[in-house]
């Protein structure tokens, strides 16, 4: 079983930036995916970021060129670095691991981040 504790969401205004992070209960292998998943209120959820081995990684559309997702394998950490940030990017962000690109074992709990106008 691993936890995922995620962190660092809060209040910004729009333009601005935040850094999230999520650790691992214990050691994740390091060829496993990792990614962050977010979502707004009366909406799916939606894929924001994964990274995966030799630090390969994916963004969604809405946050390329934007966001940053990078992880530590030692500290068995991912993190999502969110530049620029719009109103639209409000929503309760949650972090995720798992052995396959599209199927997650496990979850965060989430955390939010609103930005205003």
């Known amino acids: 079983q691993v936890q995922l504790v995620e962190s660092g969401g809060g209040l910004v205004q729009a333009g601005g930036s935040l850094r999230l992070s999520c650790a691992a209960s214990?050691?994740?292998?390091?060829?496993?995916?990792m990614g962050w998943f977010r979502q707004a209120p009366g909406k799916e959820r939606e894929l924001a970021a994964i990274?995966?081995?030799?630090?390969?990684?994916y963004y969604g559309d809405s946050v390329k060129g934007r966001f940053t997702i990078s992880r530590d394998n030692p500290k068995n950490s991912v993190y999502l670095q969110m530049n620029s940030l719009k109103p639209e990017d409000t929503a309760v962000y949650y972090c995720?691991?798992?052995?396959?690109?599209?199927?997650?074992?496990?979850w965060g709990q989430g955390t939010q981040v609103t930005v205003s106008s």
């Open positions: 995720a691991t798992g052995l396959k690109r599209y199927e997650y074992d496990y």
């Open positions: 990274t995966w081995s030799g630090g390969s990684a």
């Open positions: 214990r050691r994740t292998f390091s060829n496993y995916y």
